[in-house]
């Protein structure tokens, strides 16, 4: 079992920079995958950013590429998200998840454990 933690949501203006912090405990056994989801009210849940710990490959959402970077410190089992250049439609409860794998869009996935969450809001 995996528990995973989120922190530093919070509510930025546009054009803001944010991070956030996921750190996991527990037995790391057949984690491969780490990711961020996020999700609006109404909307679907999205998969923004994720890494593949085997190789290191990272893929983003069009939508953030460019202003957010996801990255992991092995030592502390933490995920980060770098969030830079937040827009409105950013706003969103961001979610992180670990697993086995997500494809190369964010649209398919096997991921075991999910934190909580933590809300960012940006405003115009």
């Known amino acids: 079992q995996v528990q995973l933690v989120e922190s530093g949501g919070g509510s930025v203006q546009a054009g803001g920079a944010l991070r956030l912090s996921c750190v996991g405990s527990?037995?790391?056994?057949?984690?491969?995958?780490m990711a961020w989801f996020r999700q609006a009210p109404g909307e679907e849940r999205e998969g923004v950013a994720a890494?593949?710990?085997?190789?290191?490959?990272?893929w983003y959402a069009d939508s953030v590429k460019g202003r957010f970077t996801i990255s992991r410190e092995n030592d502390e089992n933490t995920l980060y998200l770098q969030m830079n250049s937040l827009k409105p439609e950013d706003t969103a409860t961001y979610y992180c998840?670990?697993?086995?794998?997500?494809?190369?869009?964010?649209?398919?996935?096997?991921?075991?454990?999910w934190g909580q969450g933590t809300q960012v809001t940006v405003s115009s």
């Open positions: 890494i593949y710990l085997g190789s290191g490959q990272i």
């Open positions: 527990g037995s790391y056994d057949g984690i491969v995958t």
């Open positions: 998840a670990e697993g086995k794998y997500i494809t190369a869009d964010l649209r398919r996935y096997q991921l075991d454990y």
